[in-house]
């Protein structure tokens, strides 16, 4: 600890003797929903905390305040690239000092234990390593910059169903090695917060959980905050005297004034109270937000385009998973004309469901950017082929003119419940959110707007929300009733709101006076509702055979296929990795009719691929954020490499899948079958995937030479291997270099193989390169049950190298001290 540190612990240890129990207690818990309080007694300024796994939102989820919309976390991780992740976490520290934000929610670090895993976009990977790598990346980075980061959910937190309640068990070597492992590695680096789960691991709810001591706060060191996730500090006592830090958000009702009871009772000592404090007070230093204390970083991040850097890290998340006859990249100058085919075609779907939803000022669509891109040299169609909204989409703003500005739009105005106008805001999305507090003492949402038809026939429009609704249409009564939750879990019917329809007949060009009125109802969360319509419903025969005469006139077949926010989200898990509708036939349909056809994949995890065979090509896009279309052409053009690589293994058939499971079982999930997930289950299965973990083609072709290393290292000791491989393509490429361990005559249980170390090289055509790859000492231990510590098994361990999990052709040994 340095002269400064220790001058600085010594005054926010004397603070606390300054304020009254009562004082004390109040700021442990939020001021509302995205701050703490603030004290002027003590020069305590509030800290103002924000979402942001992939982008910044600020207090506020309106249009009007847009945010930078990053890749999704899949992507991130998909990169295998730290120095891009620092230079995004750099962006999200723009973006947060622009919107007065001290604190960012992210990273999400929980495992991708399951494919149907409903964050499972908002997670990074199914590695541990990996997994740590990149976090570790990301909140180095965005606290280098004096934001903080708060790894999230510890721990456990791997799936939605039941999150508030279900009880997770693991064993104590599984926990360790894999789904704590990504928290120590982000807390021995530094980060200043921790965020404590909904969930119970082994019978404790995490709020109150013994792990939030050892290892965390004990054995770790964690000298930061443990903010719970939103709602989760559900007792006084056992909450107020375990780990937990910070209640989030606040006032707090379970803490507040029952725990200053339990304090003054002798139920929760006050020391417990006081070093919570402290925790809170070293964090509004290193933020800024504390008098006479300088913070822990002055430097101004400077991002000089946000657009190219979303645009160059959406192209290094893409992986090219196929590309039969080497059809990609495209030749620009034999391509007359493209077909763009596909839900995701023509609009772009940059992000998944949840609080990790942004609201970007634009976004570009694949069929814009290809457009953009191919200029007058290409004659560029598009058909979306099958339709695969769910829930009601919002109603597109071109068709909605505001009645009081006469611009594209919609008239909302606030009321309380005496019928008074507390403010009025002409909106430019159907898609209306008040997080927290921001709704004040409104009793009444209500919107006006005028609606033009742009066919002929019937329309089904309507609410998406919770609570009572009233929608009319001119004189027309279209909806009148409370539309209740399907579920007993607020937040995922406050993300993701069930939603009811009325019909009426407009003819194309008719315009309509449609007003829509909410009582609004206290769900905790805020008020959400949608003024949506339904799509038109075509006939799907009619349009798949549009899309096919597209490709046959075409000379190449672009299909954009994934999902949509509801299918990936926040709050619930899915029940199938299938593409949602008729998407595997359309696909069938086109690749039959242009051997030439590309799918690109617009999904931020894992879906079923029963056509792969069938087509030429196929690039997964992830979740991509804004720069999607732009970032899709550079790489079909060849313009900039696909540089991902596969962070989970990609199964074709959701039956193949090893582990699925998110369903509980009398409030129980069993995590049984222990350190055996993603490909370390499919080794142990003796299966090999279709697309397997690490796995990535990229332009150009790859040969690997030799693996040399140091023969025999201490117990405890890191170590380096050197592997050698050319560039063989006419490409200048870059290559990820993975690096695994087996230990076949170990005494104890191991998977068959697990990650060690990975590095990444890029080279030009004919360029031998030497590519050294640490391997840590933690890679040749395991948790020992018995004596509570990392122990390392003497013997030999086998070294393989490659280019993904089931293709490594370099082998070597390590012997291992014991």
């Known amino acids: 600890m340095t002269d400064r540190d220790a001058a600085t612990e010594q005054h926010i240890a004397t603070l606390p003797t300054r304020l009254s129990l009562e004082q004390k207690v109040r700021l442990l818990s939020g001021a509302g929903f995205w701050s703490t309080q603030a004290e002027p007694a003590i020069g305590l300024g509030r800290i103002v905390v924000s979402d942001g796994p992939a982008g910044v939102r600020g207090e506020v989820w309106d249009e009007r305040d847009p945010s930078a919309s990053l890749p999704s976390p899949t992507a991130f991780a998909a990169t295998w690239d730290e120095d891009l992740v620092a230079r995004l976490a ?5 973006e947060a000092r622009r919107k007065g934000v001290h604190v960012v929610l992210g990273p999400t670090i929980n495992l991708h234990r399951s494919p149907l895993g409903g964050r499972h976009f908002e997670c990074f990977s199914e590695d541990p390593l990996l997994t740590g790598r990149i976090a570790t990346a990301y909140v180095r980075a965005l606290q280098s910059y004096g934001i903080g980061a708060t790894p999230k959910h510890y721990v456990a937190n791997d799936s939605e169903t039941d999150r508030f309640t279900v009880d997770v068990r693991i064993d104590e070597r599984t926990l360790r090695e894999l789904y704590l492992a990504p928290f120590e590695q982000t807390v021995r680096d530094g980060a200043w917060l921790v965020m404590s789960a909904y969930n119970s691991v082994d019978g404790r709810t995490m709020t109150e959980s013994p792990l939030l001591t050892e290892p965390l706060k004990g054995e770790w060191g964690f000298d930061g905050v443990v903010v719970s996730d939103w709602t989760a500090v559900r007792s006084t ?18 803490w507040g004034q029952p725990l200053v009871e339990a304090v003054r009772a002798g139920r929760v000592p006050e020391a417990a109270i006081d070093e919570k404090l402290r925790r809170v007070l070293r964090l509004a230093g290193r933020v800024g937000v504390l008098d006479d204390v300088d913070p822990s970083a002055a430097l101004a991040p400077r991002v000089d385009s946000s657009a190219e850097l979303l645009r160059e890290a959406a192209a290094g998340a893409v992986v090219l998973m196929r590309n039969e006859r080497a059809l990609l990249p495209l030749e620009t100058s034999s391509l007359r004309r493209v077909a763009m085919i596909g839900p995701n075609a023509g609009r772009a779907r ?17 069929l814009h950017g290809v457009r953009t891109a191919l200029g007058d ?13 769910e829930g009601l989409p919002p109603v597109p703003v071109e068709q909605l003119t505001n009645p009081d500005t006469g611009a594209a739009g919609l008239s909302v105005r606030l009321v309380d419940s005496d019928g008074a106008v507390l403010e009025t805001q002409d909106r430019d999305t159907s898609q209306l959110v008040w997080l927290g507090e921001g709704l004040g003492d409104t009793h009444t949402i209500e919107v006006r707007t005028r609606l033009r038809a742009t066919r002929d026939g019937t329309h089904h429009l309507g609410a998406a929300g919770v609570g009572p609704f009233r929608l009319t249409a001119g004189e027309t009564a279209l909806i009148d009733e409370v539309i209740l939750p399907d579920s007993d879990d607020l937040a995922a019917a406050f993300l993701a709101p069930p939603h009811r329809t009325g019909e009426v007949w407009l003819t194309a060009g008719q315009e309509v006076e449609l007003t829509l009125t ?99 090509a196929i690039l997964l896009g992830w979740f991509p954020g804004q720069e999607f279309g732009n970032a899709l052409a550079d790489v079909l053009l060849g313009r900039r490499e696909p540089g991902g690589r596969l962070p989970t293994t990609w199964a074709v058939r959701q039956d193949d899948v090893p582990v699925l499971d998110t369903r509980p079982r009398d409030g129980r999930l069993d995590y049984t079958e222990g350190l055996h997930i993603g490909y370390r289950a499919w080794s142990r299965a003796g299966r090999e ?17 030799s693996l040399a290393g140091t023969e025999r290292i201490a117990a405890g000791a890191d170590t380096t291997v050197r592997v050698r491989l050319t560039n063989t393509g006419d490409r200048t490429g870059r290559e990820v270099v993975q690096v695994y361990l087996r230990r076949d005559d170990s005494a104890i249980e191991r998977p068959t193989l697990w990650l060690a170390g990975f590095a990444a090289v890029t080279a030009e055509p004919g360029r031998d390169v030497d590519v050294d790859v640490t391997l840590a000492a933690r890679a040749f231990q395991h948790w020992c049950v018995e004596t509570k510590r990392w122990r390392t098994e003497p013997g030999t361990f086998t070294v393989l190298a490659g280019s993904s999990s089931a293709d490594l052709p370099l082998e070597a040994e390590v012997a291992v001290d014991g």
């Open 237 to 254: 006592e056992d909450s107020g005297a375990a780990g937990n830090d910070l209640a989030m958000p606040g006032p707090s009702t379970v």
């Open 377 to 389: 040299g290409a004659e560029v169609t598009h058909h979306v082929g099958v339709g695969i909204s």
């Open 518 to 616: 909410h009582r609004v109802v206290d769900t905790g969360f805020g008020a959400a509702m949608t003024l949506g319509a339904a799509e038109d419903a075509a006939s799907a025969d009619e349009e798949i055979a549009a899309a096919v005469a597209a490709a046959e006139a075409s000379d190449v077949a672009v299909v954009v296929v994934g999902t949509t926010a509801r299918t990936e989200s926040e709050g619930y898990d899915r029940t199938t990795l299938a593409l949602p509708g008729r998407q595997d036939e359309l696909v069938r349909a086109v690749a039959a009719a242009n051997p030439r056809t590309v799918v690109v994949v617009n999904s931020g995890a894992p879906v079923e691929l029963p056509w792969h065979t069938e087509v030429a």
């Open 689 to 705: 995937p279709t697309y397997p973990f690490g796995h990535g083609l990229g332009y150009t072709d790859w040969r690997y030479h």
């Open 350 to 366: 940059i992000q998944g469901g949840g609080s990790a939803t942004v609201i970007p000022e634009y976004a570009v669509s694949p």
């Open 90 to 94: 750099e962006l999200l520290a723009a």
